[in-house]
């Protein structure tokens, strides 16, 4: 394709002309002035607004509003036209530029629509304006009347900037309510031990989370910002309240709160009223044996409520009695090839720690949402956690029985965990024994 520059006079004199230059000559003949409530510092100041978003560089702008000052408001008007007839070395005198930068902004602004040229014959720039009316008589240069058909245009930008900067805010504002959130959470969680392994977690991925947002920050990259702390506070709301139910459950299910007792004399009672022998007997309906069987009962509530406790605490236990019979080695062994590339290279040697790393890194790979992984942690550990994605991650290249739903299949693992029907020693000794049958196949 064949690229015509229009600045450049051709051999007959003038511009080269095209299809668009053409069309700008069309609009200077139908230019009909400004709208009477409507100046030229207005179609600037939306130039201004639009900014980068309409294509306009401050470069730009600067040679635009050089030339709306040098125009009068009587060119702006219906029957005249608002041209700059200064010449281009003056013009890259007072801007400090040359006159190859003055017609390469010139034809920058032309292609944005935002102006268009009167040419003489010998491509020079002069004209006269009367003194008294200051309308021009006539003038050949940089017509500027393209910029009035573009306010609308300019209008629909800046709106649609104003709107977009609406929503940046409202969503910068958002995740810093959220992170308030998550640091009360963050805060509470510390009281229960029960949590330590998810605080350490949760604290880790909320501070890589919790960076300054800037204003070089797209709207997609807050989106994605604000998904991420939701979910985030989410499972750390969940953990909690689990947490909570079960200790209101071993605590406060044993009818151990006190009530008010209505019917007996006050020792310092100013109400004297006739007493009898009934006010120190048995009450109605209360025998000694009654007492007694109240007291039994009571007792075997709190029995019952040291046992939920004392069986929870067994079962975490058990767990991670479990877990620590794996060592990384093995899981090394028997991941998949995918897994090891997730691991990061150290000059240290490897730890558990890496292979945790590597887990985590591979969840959006998996489709796992976070919040699943952190309720692994909560039961689990960090270190079962990491576990449960290695066997996953195996499980889903399995071509024979490929696992659909890697989210839903470590919540069930989680579920199972918690009821002392997950064997993950089973499964990593399974795991190892079919590497070695296909490494001598």
Sequence with gaps: MQILDINSPSAFGGRVSSPKFRAGLQDLDEYIGLEEDVDRFKALKLVKMAGKDAGFSAELVELLEYYVIRTDEADWKEGSQPINYQSVTTTAQDLDISERQVRNREKALHALGALSWQDS???????????????????????????????????????????????????????????????????????????????????????????????????????????????????????????????????????????????????????????????????????????????????????????????????????????????WKQVLNACSDRFKERIPLHERPLSWQDLTDAAHGLLPTLGIHKSAWWEACSTLGRTGATICIMIIDQKMQDSSNPIRSPGGYLREMTVRAQKGELNLQGSIFGLLKRSEESKDA
């Design 121 to 327: 014959g010998n491509f020079k720039r002069y004209g006269m304006r009367d003194r008294e009316t200051r309308e021009i008589q006539y003038a050949f240069g940089v017509d500027l009347s393209p910029l009035a058909s573009l306010m609308p245009v300019l209008e629909a930008k800046v709106a649609a900037k104003q709107a977009a900067k609406a929503k940046w805010n409202e969503t910068k504002r958002k995740i810093s309510a959220y992170r308030a959130r998550i640091r009360a959470l963050i805060a509470e969680a510390g009281h229960y031990d029960e949590l330590d392994e998810m605080l350490l977690h949760i604290t880790y991925e909320y501070e890589k989370i919790s960076f300054s947002i800037r204003t070089y920050h797209a709207q997609s990259d807050l989106d994605d910002l604000l998904g991420e702390h939701k979910a985030l506070y989410e499972a750390m709301y969940q953990a909690l309240e689990g947490v909570a139910q079960a200790e209101d459950k071993s605590s406060f299910s044993c009818d151990t709160s006190a009530t008010d007792e209505t019917d007996f004399p006050h020792i310092q009672c100013t109400n004297f009223q006739t007493s009898n022998k009934l006010d120190y007997s048995n009450r109605s309906g209360i025998s000694l044996q009654e007492g007694v069987a109240g007291s039994t009962e009571t007792n075997n509530k709190h029995t019952a409520c040291g046992d939920i406790a004392k069986e929870q605490e067994a079962e975490s236990n058990k767990i991670a009695e479990t877990i620590s019979k794996i060592t």
